[in-house]
C-alpha cells in the first residue's frame, strides 16, 4: 500500500529538505511512496534557489509521485513579474533573501527555468481522504468552488472553523509555535516554523485511514 508523506512549508531551508526527504524514504523502506509538498518553498530562508533546483530534481526523479502545490510566496512573487503585486512588500517578507541566494538583483533575473516550474505549481490536491492545500479553505464554499486567494492566504475565518468539509484540510502557511503538527477534526497544520528555528515536518498518510499514521521531522 503506498504511503504519501506531505510536507509543510520550506522556505529556503535547503538542509532541513534534503534531511526530511532522506528520512521519508528510510521510513517508506522500499514501500511506494508519494509527496505532497504545500508551498512556499522560496523566501525568508538561506537557500531558496537550492530549495526550487531540489524541487526540480525530486519532480524528474519522481514524475506523478510528488505533487508540488503552489505557496503564497510564489504567487508573490510571480504577481510581482507580472506587474501586480509591489516589489517592496514582498522583499520586505523575505524576497531579498532569494535574490540573494540566487546571486541577481531583480526579480526579472530569476532563472526562467525555475519561474516556469513555479507557474505550473497547482493550487490544491483532493487525494478523496484528505484536500492538501498552501493556507486553506473559505468555510462557507464548497471544495470544488475555491478562490485561488483563500487557498493561497486565508487565515480566519478558516483556523477557527470546526465544521465538517468532507476531507481533512491539511495546509501549511500558518507557522505554529509548538515544534509540533496541530491536528484538530477537520484540519491538519504542518507549518512547523522551519524558517524561523522550528522543525521541518512530514505527515505519513495511506489509505486505510484519513488522520496520519505518523509525524517525521528535520531539525
Known sequence: ???TYAVGDIHGSLDKMKTLVEACRQH???RAMHFVFL???????????GVVRA???LQD???ERL???LGNHEAWVLALLDGVAPLSSWLLNGGAHTLLSYGVRSASDLPPAHLAWMRALRLSYDDGRRFFVHAGVDPDKPLDAQDEQDLLWIREPFLNDGRDYGRLIVHGHTPLETAMPELLSNRL?????????????AAVFD???TEPLAYLQAS
Open 28 to 30: 517508506a523502506d522500499g
Open 1 to 3: 500500500m503506498a504511503l
Open 189 to 201: 497544520n504542518l507549518d512547523t516554523a522551519a524558517v524561523f528555528g522550528g522543525p521541518l515536518t
Open 55 to 57: 524541487m526540480m530534481d
Open 207 to 209: 489509505d486505510t485511514q
Open 39 to 49: 508551498g512556499d518553498y522560496i523566501d525568508r530562508g538561506p537557500d531558496s534557489a
Open 61 to 63: 526523479e519522481l514524475k
Open 67 to 69: 505533487i508540488a502545490l
